[in-house]
């Protein structure tokens, strides 16, 4: 029951609200003299609390951003904001609420009747835009953020605290077994909280279930899924103080439902009033939040019931003025609230119209579990059957203690435009007959075609008097009508708490501050940061610096961190024999001392990666991949290793390894100051790779010309990143080195048509359309891709990566479309304005007809065409000199 | 989909944590007729019932092992590290 000695405030709407500690949003705007809550989908009708347990659409509202928030269940906080919703200017005055007045404009199936020209939707939709849907969506952005994911698991999850749940958690217990107890309630006893008549919260047996090692208690949580595995979501309000809501993966050998039963409403015009409260509502407001619902009050009940909630009105100090049978009630009256029900023997004033309804089983996660729902007649219930291995039910979900409120079919169905069926969607009786007359007399055809039980509710105050009325107009029995199947999120997720926290892992490397203290500008390349280029005083922007970087490199040194670089070692006596099995290109006649590049395929002779491979050793192979294939390459190394018993160990370096390019014309000054090894062409030749100290790190050295230049690339352990980074930078200051990024190095690798695997490449990309046919090596006995390479060598290509150079200024974008005589003749992978041209140079896929040497393309440059041609060599430095200088 | 695959070396674990890595199949032998490979490269079985199959153990002992698993139902029968 609410504290009333512990008081605090929020605001609804800007104006200031008192709560009480225990209070929900709604119990306290009720309170405070609220009857108001939400307004209709459609007609923007006045609608106030009715289950007051979160399973019906009636007071959703918008909390701290979050809309569509079911107030009733929503514990209040000091200090929160609530806004209400679907309603302009304000719940008591919605200008919308015009809309029902035209409601024999809006017949079921509106959509279908209305938009059967595209003009038609056309001129409709943004006024329909406007009007339609629940809530407005936060900016990207302004949602709350404190939303946190948990994984949990138990022996057997028992969901529901009431006294079927409880008994059943403290029997299981009890046997050993280790359980978790699931409660949507701040406290466990169920509706012996409320139900007063029904019996006295079982404290002892709380107390005894509290005590018990290997129990673990979970409150204010429902459970909204039961999947494949036993695996349960849970979603939890308010874990702590800095989280608004946690979703739980909890995983259950066995699962008892115990979620019990709730009530429905019963249809008759003007059923949809405030003031119209379901029984279970009225107890709640009374005993858990120690409000007075109301001053005069009508029960509507089915005989023996009704008895209770009479007792619990009187000692509240309300006015019992009238019980009346389901059948006597002809309408509500009132416009905004109800003041008066019209009954055969006639009008009665009230303010409060309390309806004792059916009770119906909260069977939706029985039925996910790939249980059965089938009527029983006596209890007046679709009932869980045929529940799957390892998932029961106890308690009142199974339709104990049950009882008939009303014959079902219904005898007499009130068909109106205002009797209300679904509340979500305004899908009144006469909707319903209306529906099934033009033919959708299937429950399932009936449901998608009136959106019965298809809004936020899900079905749970609808379905039972849906099925009732298809019953009744079709002749059928309940049973032979069914039900619609339940299907997970139900009751709905917020989409915040299944997004979670939203961590996103950021992998930096050793020199990442130092490239920061660099002005490094940042890119994101997958979970790395890279710098994409350097801004320095002298350069005002991107393309200014890039150019600086690039004659750094190209007239004097230049130095790019390429720690993101895979890196994987290979060991072993085998480790030759399994590269030959799965690269392209041949590595056990490698020498000791030598590079090779090779690329790596599928059995499709698809490029999947390409790298560099060092043998360090006879037994001994360094890797490198791109950076975001690593994982890739060495899962798929080690899948070709099983079950052959080869001699290989493979081991990722990636982080504890360093790597930069040094590059440029006076790379080898600059590296030679650092180091005893002597980097002479002839002591050190393009394509070899020695392991030596550089400013007495531990490194080794791989001559080698991404770019185009005399290079080396350095691998080095990580601790001594920053360190040697800085000591390569000093030695190169009288020579005028500069640190490059990445657009710099695309742009220098593009002038040598070198092609990046993923870039210029995809998954249709083989090495023979790429111009790399060199890189097979068809005449190794066997090797991942092999059959199909051979087969594509001998087939004519049907499209091929060519280089181009534009005619005149223009610069393509990557992707730009190429055509050949007006038709599409391929696409642009690459392009960069090329200062060795003076024009833009790029990389394209054209097909093989048009793909001819000197052969002129057009390509597609900010809408017009502009012309190109296609070449043969690369860019800069065709025959490789300078890589051997 | 959240069935639990039993990794001989780590348990019973949430198919999440595993990289699906296909059918297993034969791999025909180099000099094998086109056919063999083409139907080895491009066909797949897509077995409704009980089919082997290769998954890695990504977040996990990062080992590749072979299970049977009931397409239609997500019972793994078995898991295992092929010799």
């Known amino acids: 029951m609410a504290d009333s000695t512990e008081k605090f405030t929020f605001q609804f709407d800007g104006q200031v609200v008192e709560a009480r500690a225990g209070d929900t949003v709604a119990s306290a705007l009720y309170r405070a003299g609220r009857r108001i809550f939400t307004r209709s989908f459609k007609y923007h009708r006045p609608r106030g609390l009715l289950c007051m ?32 919703q679907n309603a302009y200017p304000s719940l008591d005055h919605d200008l919308l609420a015009a809309v029902q007045r035209f409601d024999w404009l809006m017949p079921v199936g509106w959509y279908y009747k209305t938009m059967t020209h595209e003009w038609s939707w056309h001129a409709a939709e943004p006024y329909i835009r406007k009007v339609a849907g629940l809530g407005v969506a936060p900016e990207a952005g302004g949602g709350s953020t404190d939303y946190e994911h948990a994984w949990m698991h138990a022996e057997v999850a028992v969901i529901g605290g009431g006294p079927a749940g409880l008994q059943a958690a403290l029997e299981l217990a009890q046997s050993g077994a280790q359980v978790t107890l699931v409660d949507d309630q701040p406290e466990l006893g169920g509706h012996l909280r409320y139900r007063k008549q029904a019996g006295k919260v079982p404290a002892e047996l709380i107390a005894q279930l509290r005590a018990l090692s290997g129990v673990e208690i979970i409150s204010r949580a429902y459970c909204f899924g039961l999947y494949e595995g036993n695996q349960l979501g849970v979603l939890q309000a308010t874990p702590h103080a800095g989280a608004i809501e946690r979703l739980i993966h909890l995983r259950a050998k066995r699962v008892v439902v115990a979620t019990g039963a709730y009530e429905v409403p019963f249809t008759f015009e003007n059923n949809d009033l405030p003031g119209v409260m379901l029984s279970t509502a009225v107890q709640r407001l009374i005993h858990l939040h120690g409000i007075k619902p109301g001053n005069r009050a009508v029960i509507v009940a089915s005989v023996a019931q009704g008895d209770d909630v009479a007792v619990d009105l009187r000692d509240s100090g309300v006015e019992v003025v009238a019980k009346l049978a389901p059948h006597e009630v002809i309408s509500g009256v009132g416009s905004s609230h109800i003041t008066a029900v019209r009954a055969k023997d006639g009008e009665i004033a009230c303010d409060l119209l309390v309806l004792c309804g059916q009770r119906v089983p909260d069977a939706g996660l029985l039925n996910q579990a790939g249980g059965k729902l089938a009527w029983n007649e006596e209890r007046g219930a679709f009932l869980p ?57 299937h429950i399932e055809t009936l449901k998608r075609y009136t959106t019965l039980t298809m809004g936020p509710c899900q079905g749970r105050m609808c379905q039972l008097a849906g099925i009732g009325v298809c019953a009744h107009e079709t002749g059928r029995s309940m049973g032979e009508t069914g039900v619609t199947t339940s299907r997970p999120p139900n009751p709905s997720v917020s989409l915040g708490a299944l997004a979670g926290p939203r961590h996103h892992p950021t992998r930096r490397t050793p020199m990442h501050y130092a490239h920061d203290e660099s002005g490094a500008v940042w890119l994101d390349m997958g979970e790395w940061k890279r710098p994409r280029y350097y801004k320095t005083a002298s350069c005002p922007d991107e393309r200014a610096c890039v150019d600086e970087e690039y004659r750094a490199v190209r007239e004097r040194a230049g130095l790019i961190d390429v720690s993101t670089l895979g890196k994987l070692d290979v060991k072993g006596r085998d480790a030759g024999k399994l590269l030959d099995k799965v690269y392209t290109n041949r590595f056990s006649d490698l020498k000791p001392g030598r590079v090779r590049y090779s690329v790596l395929c599928d059995e499709a002779g698809i490029m999947l990666d390409d790298g560099t491979i060092s043998r360090l050793a006879e037994d001994h192979y360094f890797i490198t991949t791109t950076t975001g294939n690593l994982d890739f390459v060495q899962q798929w190394l080690e899948w070709w290793l099983v079950g052959t018993g080869w001699d290989v160990h493979i081991t990722n370096l990636t982080g504890g390894r360093a790597a ?12 030679q100051t650092l180091t005893a090894c002597d980097l002479t062409t002839k002591a050190f030749p393009y394509m070899a790779c020695r392991e030596a100290e550089v400013a007495e790190v531990p490194a080794l050295l791989m001559r080698i010309g991404f770019v185009g230049e005399t290079g080396w690339e350095i691998h080095f352990p990580a601790e001594y990143g920053e360190y040697l980074w800085n000591k390569l930078l000093e030695a190169g200051k009288t020579s005028g080195i500069r640190p490059f990024g990445i657009e710099a190095q695309r742009l220098l690798r593009l002038e040598k048509r070198h ?15 790429s111009g790399m046919a060199w890189v097979a090596k068809l005449d190794k006995a066997d090797f991942i891709g092999r059959n199909a390479l051979s087969r594509l060598s001998e087939a004519a290509p049907q499209q091929s990566l060519v280089g181009f150079v534009m005619n005149d200024d223009a610069l393509p974008q990557d992707g730009a479309a190429i055509l050949v005589d007006g038709a599409l003749a391929g696409r642009v992978t690459s392009a960069r304005y090329s200062p060795k041209n003076g024009k833009a140079v790029g990389l394209a896929w054209v097909v093989a007809k048009s793909a001819a040497i000197g052969m002129e393309i057009q390509i597609r440059v900010n809408g017009s065409t502009a012309r190109a041609r296609i070449v043969e060599e690369a860019f800069y430095d065709p025959a490789g000199e300078r890589l051997r200088m | 989909m959240s069935f639990l695959i039993p990794c001989p070396h780590c348990g019973n674990r949430s198919v999440y944590e595993f990289r699906f890595g296909g059918e297993v199949k034969t791999r025909p032998q180099p000099e094998a007729p086109t056919e063999e490979w083409m139907e080895y490269t491009y066909t797949k079985a897509n077995e409704s019932g009980v089919q082997k199959e290769w998954w890695f153990h990504r977040s996990g002992c990062r080992q590749w092992l072979q299970a049977s698993r009931n397409t239609t139902t997500n019972e793994v029968l078995e898991a295992f590290f092929p010799e």
């Open chain 1, 53 to 84: 347990a979160g399973k019906c659409p009636n007071c959703m509202m918008n909390v701290d951003g979050t809309p569509n928030v079911r107030a009733c269940i929503t514990p209040a906080r000091a200090g929160m904001r609530v806004e209400h």
């Open chain 1, 385 to 441: 059957v045929d529940l799957p291995a390892n998932v029961s039910a106890v308690g009142e979900v199974t339709g104990a203690w049950m009882a008939r409120a009303t014959p079902h079919p219904p005898e007499n169905i009130p068909y109106h435009k205002r009797a209300f069926v679904c509340l979500c969607s305004d899908v009144s009786t006469a909707d319903l007959r209306d529906g099934i007359s033009e033919g959708f007399d």
């Open chain 1, 660 to 671: 930069v390019n040094l590059a440029g014309p006076q790379a080898r000054d600059v590296l």
């Open chain 1, 755 to 769: 092609v990046i695997v993923g870039v210029d490449t995809d998954a249709l990309s083989n090495p023979y359309e």
